[in-house]
Structures are given as C-alpha cells and as structure tokens.
C-alpha cells in the first residue's frame, strides 16, 4: 500500500489540515525580530497594534454590499504586507521575551519530545520497510530491514537534504521486487511535492525527478519499471502558492525517463475539478483509478486491465453517489468499502463482468459503530470502526464472516493492517493521548500480536488518565467529549483548560499522542477534546448535520462543550481556552466571535476565516462541498452570518487572541489569518491582548521540523499560561512534577 502523509486517500490531501497537525498542535513559528525584552508583559500587551490601512473595497453579493477594507493583505508578498507581518512579529516577539517562563516550558518541551517515533513497516520483495524519527531529529528517516530480526539500514535521511530541516518526506512506495524507492519531498511545508527514485540495495538516486505533483502518491506496475502518479501543470511562478488547482492528470512514468516523456495515462477536459488516484491492484492486473471530486465523500472508480494490450478504461462507478473506498480484489471480483445505503459503511463486492447493481453482494454489513477502514491481508479482512471516537478492529474471512476481534486495553486510535492477501503477517500502530504510537506485528495465521518498536518515554504515563464524557448539545443531540487529566484533578472550578475541536470534512478526532499536549497536562492543565458534528466519528450522518446549512451545528456543539465542562466545575471562564487548526480555525474563530464572554483564551490556527471567498485561492474551490458558496444566494447567507472575519464587532471585549499562519501556506493561504487578525486587534476593547505568529519559512503544517514544533509550542503554551495565570515551576527535575502544585 502507497505510505503517503496523510495516509487515507487523495481526498485527504485537498481537505484543510496536514498530517498529525490536529494532535500535535502544530503551530506556525518564525525566528521573531527583536530580542531585547520588553520591560514586561503588560507593556507589551499595551503596546498599539501594527496599523492596517483600510481600504474602500466593497463587494455586492445577491443584493448584499460586503465590506473587505483588508483585500490588500490577500497580496502576502507585497512589500506593504511583508511590512505588516514584520511589525507583527516583532510585537509578539517582544511580548513573549518578557515572559521568564517561556524558557522553562522550551526546555521541558525538548525532553518531552526526545523519544524514538516509528512508522508502519510495509513488506516488499521480503524487505521491511519503515520510518523512524531518533529523539529530536527535524525528521523522520526512512530504514530498511533484510529481516525482521536484522540490522536497520538508513535508506533515506531527509535531515541531511536542507540546513534548516525544512525538506520533509511526504511520502514513499517500494517496487514489488523491493529494489526501487519512489519518494516524495515537499519543502517550507508547501503542498507542492518532487518525487525521485533510488535504489535500495546502491542507495543511490536514478535520474529520475516529478514536479508539479500535489495530492497524489505512487503505485507501482509489477513488472518494477515504472509506476503512475497524478500532477498538475506547471504553474505560474507569481501565483504558485495562490493559484487555484484544476485539471489533474494520471501519467505513467518509467524509471531512468525524463518527466517530459511520461505517459499521460488519463485526463478530463471537461471536468476540471476531477482528481485521480491511480492503484495497481495487489494482484498486477489492474489499474484502479478513483475519481474525487473536491472533498466530497462521493467519488467514481474506474479501471483498465494492465495485462490487455491497448485496453480500455472502464467507467464502473461513475454517479458519485456515494463513497467506494478500494479494498482489493479476487481476480474480476472487486472488494469496496462503501456508504452507499449504509451511512455508517459496509463492504460489498463488485463482479466487473456483471457490474449491475442488482448483482452486488454485501460481504459485510453496516454496524452500529463507523466503519473507517479494511485491509486485506492474510486471506482476511481486517476491519477499523469507531465507537464513540475510539478504535475498535474486527476480523472477518473472505465471505463477510466474523472470526474475532483485536483486544485492546485502553481508549485509542489503531491504524495500519495494510499488506497483501497472501502474506501471513502485517503491522499495526496503537496511540492514545498518553501513550505514544506504539507498533505491533500482527500473525495472522496465529492470530496474536507482538512488539516490533515501541518508545522508551521522558514521562509516566500512569500518572494522566482519560475519561469519556457525553453532554447535550443546544438541539439535544448527544455529543461525546474526552477528558484528559492528572490523576486526582479536583473539580473546583479552577483548572486551566484547553478545548479543543474540529467539526468538519469527515475527519474524525481520536485519541492520539502529542508531546505538546503533554506540557500542558504537567502543568496541572485538562485536555479537552470534543467529537463536533461535521466530523466522521458517526458515518455520513453525522458529517452531513454539521456541513453547509447546518454548519452552525458545529459551533453549537463547541460551545456547549464548554458551557458543559464550566457547568459540571471542570472549569471557570476565566480558565477556559479554546483552540483549533485549519476548520478547526474556523471554528475557534466563529465561537470567538459569536460568544466573546465564555472564554479567556482564544487560539485559531491556520484558519479559514473568509467564508466568502476562500474558494478562491489553491485548494479551496474544493471544500465548497462541505462549506458551500457565496455563489448560491441561500448559502451566502448561511456563511455571512458565522464567517469569523464577518462577524467581528468593533467596542467588544475579547478574550486573549492567538493567530497563528505562515506566509506561504499554500492550503488554507494567509490572507486569511493576515485579515482576520487586523480586524480582530482594531475592533478590540478590553485589555486582552491579540497577538499574531507568523511563520515566515513553512506551510500549513506538515513536514515541520522538531525545532520549529518545540518552539512554536513553547511560544504557544508561554502565551496560554500569561493569559490563564497558570504557574510554571524551574525546569529540571521539579519540571517533572509541575502539575502537582496548587
């Protein structure tokens, strides 16, 4: 299976966020310009807003007159911005150096994240291969075992590819004879990625070198010669971090070609908005080719017989009704993963030489938890659900029959399971909020699990626990929520909380690791995270109520978790922060503003905060699907009234603002933190400062080196104890029990 980050299909790639950015609290860093201190916090706090020039820009949507007076903040390079961004900088710089404590939580933070992080090994020409990130490398390095109980050779080290640790690997797949690497590098965190080709026993590079190439993995043909990918055309230099993404095409590259000589294997003029992830099926015989369409969860699968000289492409799947995830196949038999009259998902099978519908068969049925993934592996299928936010993996044999189920100790998230239908192992990786990814060798004829690489910690987890909880929304709906805490939090009123929610896209939050987090908890602090709707822990359902009309479902959510978690003396407004990447910026910044009085603290990530004209830019034209559009005259209505930027009303007090982007974000682009922001810092009344990070050098999000993590974490968590008035006790070994005190 293609390991790429992320690792669900192409869809992934087009939504809002980057990898593991959601739990490990990603935020933008930037080297901050002037290290002097200020005399103090306050006076920094007081210190007057970079100005903000407001134009006269007026827009006329379906009668409605729109003011933007920051459109020219859209322009991230001209050289009126580029001032704004440094005076920004510099103030937030100024704040945080006046701050003792910002060096204790740096420190902290560093042995936190000084662990071995590992990847899931995938098997090819009996090699394993895998990732492993030595304690506080920039990045992950790819290795190779000969055998299980071999001695790892370094591969790949993307560390030794730029100074500052900014070039990341995004993504790999091995040829079947296990001899040929294709990679994928993305530099400063664009989305834009080059793939190259080495060889894995010289450890050399081959000429080969794909530009141009974004929301695509490889899959290699079997015959190792070569493999296909997706890419764009060549953009315009001035708008490649801007412009918008249409027509995708499939190509075919052979190994030791120029680029210029790829095959295009596929393309659609006249659907411009149409992505193609081409799979060579694990067999070598086809070419699966699935069709999306934005991000929407509907998508259309074609095929071609690779083994047929000049054979056509099959349209099999071709109304976007419904999701058709690719599981494998038995020869003409194709296995999907499907909500197609099952919102919560259910595998069926397809015969392509009798594809009518009447003729499918149900392998396995829809069940009440959400189906989220199936390998084949073993002559089996290995199923992930969710139940309630949290993994469960069932097993079952090729005619849909139940045979077990994976035991699990604790609350957490399971990925992996991916192999080959004759292979007798495959790998898995389990993860809660206090237990780093931990992998585990799966036999699959003894049906037992054991230890491939796990983590040696800098903390105990026995000492946090995690707790399920459930409140009302403002509807009624039922809405789950983890809590995450030092064992023997009081529930007085008086712990500092972070809230922390996403609500959008399918995605669903579960329990994952993060060193970041982990500061937060040994500072005394909860760990909140909310299940919103909009998100996928429910099945289709549960997205659709919180998508375009009934997206002020998620922010109702949202806040009733906090009213929920004051409510039952968890907290106090006064100790309540909210917090959210990407969608999950949107969301922050539409509770900000739709209800200033409930929190302390704010902090929008990477945000989406003009809803009326995000699609504009990039990738945005592609979350219309769960957004909708400006253009329609019922939805325009429906974004005006919760878009963040929109809704910001001068003379109110707001709570302690934490905007943080980069600005080259080539996903969610700055412009929108950048407006946001000087709308925010000139519409403020209260003392509460609004302070803005700007990453001068990075995307939005993946790929980000350890440094820039540590120290846009400790930026961030120096900010959230000023603002909270949480202690933070010297470093060392009293750092280790900090969340005892008081």
């Given amino acids: ?95 945080l150096t006046a701050l003792p404590q910002r060096a204790r939580i740096r420190e902290r933070l560093a042995e936190l994240w000084d662990y071995e992080k590992f990847g899931i090994p995938v098997k090819r020409g009996g090699r394993y291969f895998f990732t492993r990130q030595d304690g506080l490398a920039n990045q992950p390095s790819l290795y190779m075992l000969r055998s299980l109980d071999g001695e790892p050779v370094l591969v790949l080290d993307p560390n030794a590819l730029s100074a500052d640790g900014t070039v990341a690997l995004t993504g790999y797949e091995v040829s079947e004879n296990g001899l040929f690497l294709a990679y994928g590098l993305a530099t400063a965190g664009s989305d834009w990625q080059e793939w190259k080709v080495r060889e894995t026993d010289t450890l050399g590079d081959l000429p080969d070198h794909l530009r141009w190439v974004k929301f695509s993995g490889v899959s290699w043909t079997h015959d190792n010669l070569g493999f296909f990918y997706s890419r764009y055309d060549e953009p315009d230099e001035a708008t490649r971090l801007t ?16 680029q210029s000589e790829d095959e295009l294997r596929y393309e659609r003029k006249d659907q411009k908005e149409w992505g193609f992830d081409g799979r060579v099926t694990d067999d070598g015989r086809y070419l699966v080719i699935r069709i999306w369409r934005g991000t929407e969860e509907k998508n259309a699968v074609f095929y071609q017989d690779l083994v047929k000289r000049d054979a056509p492409i099959v349209e099999l799947l071709n109304e976007f009704d419904a999701e058709y995830a690719f599981v494998g196949n038995d020869a003409e038999v194709f296995w999907f993963r499907s909500d197609l009259d099952a919102p919560r998902g259910r595998l069926i099978a397809i015969d392509t030489r009798l594809p009518e519908r009447a003729a ?47 035991a699990l100790d604790q609350l957490g998230s399971v990925s992996g399971f991916d192999g080959r239908r004759g292979d007798d192992e495959t790998f898995y990786s389990f993860t809660s909020f206090t237990t780093p990814a931990t992998i585990y060798r799966y036999d699959a004829g003894a049906s037992r699990s054991t230890f491939f690489r796990h983590p040696r910690l800098p903390f105990n987890p026995d000492e946090f626990e995690t707790n399920q909880v459930f409140y009302s929304s403002r509807d009624g709906t039922r809405v789950p929520m983890f809590l995450v805490y030092r064992k023997g939090l009081k529930r007085d009123g008086a712990n500092a909380t972070y809230l922390f929610g996403y609500g959008g896209f399918n995605i669903a939050i579960t329990p994952a690791f993060s060193p970041s987090n982990m500061l937060w908890l040994e500072l005394g602090g909860l760990w909140a995270v909310a299940n919103l709707r909009g998100g996928g822990e429910y099945g289709r359902e549960w997205h659709e109520a919180g998508m375009k009309l009934n997206k002020q479902n998620v922010f109702d959510d949202f806040v009733a978790a906090a009213e929920w978690l004051i409510r039952e003396r968890y907290t106090s407004r006064e100790r309540l922060a909210i917090g959210g990447r990407s969608n999950g910026g949107l969301l922050v910044g539409a509770c900000l503003t739709q209800r200033p009085d409930l929190f302390a603290a704010a902090l929008p990530a990477v945000g989406v905060m003009d809803m009326l004209r995000f699609d504009r830019f990039t990738i945005g034209w592609a979350w219309v699907s769960d957004y909708g559009s400006s253009a329609d005259a019922a939805e325009f209505r429906a974004l005006l009234a919760y878009s963040p930027l929109h809704n910001i009303k001068h003379g109110t007090s707001y709570p302690a603002t934490w905007i943080t982007t980069a600005d080259h974000d080539d996903r969610v682009v700055p412009g929108h933190s950048f407006k946001f922001g000087a709308a925010l810092q000139a519409a403020q009344a209260g003392a509460a400062p609004v302070l803005m990070r700007i990453d001068t050098r990075a995307g939005h999000g993946s790929g980000k080196p350890t440094t820039k993590l540590i120290e846009e974490a400790a930026d961030m968590w120096t900010f959230l104890t000023e603002v909270l008035n949480v202690p933070v006790r010297p470093t060392g070994e009293q750092s280790r029990s900090v969340g005892q005190q008081n």
């Avoid at 412009?243 to 120029?258: A, C, S, V, W």
């Avoid at 969710?386 to 090729?398: G, I, N, T, Y």
């Fill in 360 to 406: 499918w068969r149900e392998l396995i049925p829809q069940a009440a938890e959400s189906l989220q993934s199936v390998g084949l592996v073993g002559e089996r299928f290995a199923a992930t659900y969710l139940k309630d936010a949290h993994s469960q993996v069932r097993f079952f044999d090729l005619s849909g029959k139940f045979t077990g189920e994976l």
């Fill in 1 to 95: 299976m293609q390991k790429t980050i992320p690792a669900r299909a192409s869809r992934q790639f087009v939504r809002t966020f980057g990898a593991g950015v959601l739990t490990t609290l990603c935020l933008s860093h930037t080297a901050f310009a002037g290290d002097q201190p200020a005399e103090n916090a306050s006076a920094a706090r007081r210190a007057p807003y970079p100005p903000a020039r407001r134009s006269d820009q007026v827009d006329t949507y379906h009668g409605v007159t729109v003011a933007d007076p920051y459109r020219w903040l859209e322009d991230t390079d001209s050289a009126e911005t580029r001032a704004w961004i440094e005076a920004q900088n510099r103030l937030t710089g100024d704040f």
């Fill in 243 to 258: 412009g918008t993404n249409y027509y995708q095409k499939l190509y075919y590259h052979r190994i030791g070609t120029p």
